[in-house]
């Protein structure tokens, strides 16, 4: 007996090309990734996928821009009964969490900065929305320990946490030292 398949709404089959093409983009990267294994991962042809998009690289875009206008401006909560320390920690703790949610979205998206001159540098863009933030905490960071934020929030692409304990206790150490 053959399995009836649901018909997707135009959305909803956008987003099923959009889920498979990131899966096929982190594995592959964007040069080995053709739209016949995009469609292939969707479980759609090709043709279909051509309704929805003209090009490799409309895909890659769309799989992309959620990754660069997300809101990065997560900030520190400025209750008053939270110590600067404690504030801080939520603030590097969100940041930490949205590049483990997005890992390979966000490692791609650095791979691939060159080839596609994306206009925003996400590096850069975190650093200056991180150094704001720093400054509503009344924490004035030099140059220095900016670089050392952003590389140790960088990290957790290729080193994440095993456990919350790790990760509060990697996080406390970056608080302690940015307040010393």
């Given at each position: 007996m053959?399995e009836?398949r649901?018909?997707l709404s135009?959305?909803?089959?956008?987003q099923?090309?959009?889920d498979?093409a990131k899966e096929v983009?982190?594995?592959?990267?964007?040069?080995s990734?053709?739209?016949a294994?995009?469609?292939?991962q969707?479980?759609?042809?090709?043709?279909?996928?051509f309704?929805?998009?003209?090009?490799?690289?409309?895909?890659?875009?769309?799989v992309?821009?959620?990754i660069?206008?997300?809101?990065?401006q997560?900030?520190a909560?400025?209750d008053s009964?939270?110590?600067?320390s404690?504030?801080?920690?939520?603030?590097?703790s969100?940041r930490?969490?949205f590049i483990k949610e997005?890992?390979?979205?966000?490692?791609?998206l650095?791979?691939?900065?060159e080839?596609?001159?994306?206009k925003?540098?996400y590096?850069?863009?975190m650093s200056?929305?991180?150094?704001s933030?720093m400054?509503?905490?009344e924490?004035?960071?030099?140059?220095s320990?900016?670089?050392?934020?952003?590389?140790?929030?960088l990290?957790?692409?290729?080193?994440p946490?095993?456990?919350?304990k790790?990760?509060?206790?990697?996080?406390?150490g970056?608080?302690?030292?940015?307040?010393s």
């Amino acid at each position: 007996m053959e399995e009836k398949r649901t018909r997707l709404s135009k959305e909803d089959r956008k987003q099923q090309i959009l889920d498979a093409a990131k899966e096929v983009f982190i594995e592959k990267g964007y040069a080995s990734t053709t739209t016949a294994s995009i469609a292939k991962q969707a479980d759609i042809s090709e043709v279909t996928l051509f309704r929805y998009f003209s090009s490799k690289q409309e895909i890659f875009e769309s799989v992309i821009q959620p990754i660069l206008n997300a809101p990065i401006q997560q900030n520190a909560s400025t209750d008053s009964t939270y110590s600067k320390s404690e504030q801080l920690f939520a603030l590097i703790s969100k940041r930490v969490d949205f590049i483990k949610e997005n890992q390979g979205v966000i490692k791609l998206l650095l791979i691939e900065h060159e080839r596609f001159d994306i206009k925003q540098n996400y590096i850069q863009k975190m650093s200056e929305t991180m150094k704001s933030q720093m400054i509503d905490l009344e924490v004035q960071l030099d140059d220095s320990r900016m670089r050392l934020l952003i590389g140790m929030l960088l990290s957790f692409l290729y080193f994440p946490a095993k456990s919350k304990k790790e990760k509060d206790t990697f996080i406390q150490g970056i608080v302690d030292y940015l307040i010393s």
